[in-house]
């Protein structure tokens, strides 16, 4: 079945690590987004990339790296620079090459730092 | 992307119509009215969106005003699973240049 997969589900860290978050589509889409939601707030955009090789920063991009090496895989770190990592980050694609296409999201990856 | 307000949240009768209203008063002219949905703790869902006509699929019906400033979501016969955050989102879909702004939406509760 075709679709978005984000692993693990839950992930626990201890402050100060690093830790990548894991995000795979097999829809076939040019544009791959990372979200963070806080309890009670909506989305906010981390990083996003329109293709191969090249991402750019959303709105919340500072303690984040990403990486698009394939067109299938957009993993996410949260590194230590990151001052609350503590959320639940969400793993989006879509067809970025046509207009009024919509995106499909990942089940999402709870991250607690302890 | 042109901002919007949505009640923070609405109850409504398992069975009957549940009516989700968003305000985007400063919408422009090629900007599209999307609608996604947040189960807890699981990722959003795309519903339904629209330019200016009305829009109807298998979920749901997607009603904008003449002016456009407005739009209704309608899940015509709620269920108890569709209890959620619902997300009115505008935003232009350009070429190279896709993204997403989503608020803190309207959470809806359907009562047995």
């Known amino acids: 079945d075709g679709g978005i997969t984000q692993s693990p589900k839950y992930l626990f860290r201890k402050e100060g690590q690093n830790v990548t978050l894991s995000c795979e589509q097999n829809?076939?889409?040019?544009?791959m987004y990372w979200y963070r939601q806080d309890p009670g707030q909506g989305l906010r955009l981390i990083y996003y990339s329109q293709i191969v090789n090249d991402f750019q920063k959303g709105d919340i991009a500072e303690g984040y790296s990403v990486s698009r090496e394939k067109k299938e895989s957009f993993p996410l770190t949260v590194t230590s620079a990151q001052k609350n990592p503590t959320a639940f980050y969400l793993c989006?694609?879509?067809?970025?090459?046509?207009?009024?296409?919509?995106?499909?999201f990942g089940q999402g990856t709870r991250l607690t730092v302890v | 992307d042109a901002k919007t307000t949505q009640p923070t949240s609405m109850d409504c009768a398992e069975g009957r119509a549940a009516n989700l209203p968003c305000n985007h008063s400063t919408i422009s002219g090629n900007e599209y009215v999307y609608w996604y949905r947040q189960i807890h703790s699981q990722g959003p869902q795309y519903i339904i969106h629209?330019?200016?006509n009305n829009e109807t699929n298998e979920m749901a019906s997607l009603i904008i005003t003449e002016d456009r400033k407005s739009s209704t979501l309608i899940l015509p016969h709620a269920t108890l699973r569709d209890t959620a955050v619902y997300y009115c989102?505008?935003?232009?879909?350009?070429?190279?240049?896709?993204?997403?702004?989503f608020g803190t939406g309207t959470r809806l509760t359907i009562i047995p």
């Open positions: 829809l076939n889409h040019d544009a």
């Open positions: 989006a694609s879509s067809i970025s090459r046509t207009t009024n296409t919509e995106a499909f």
């Open positions: 989102i505008v935003r232009v879909s350009n070429f190279g240049n896709e993204k997403l702004t």
């Open positions: 629209g330019l200016k």
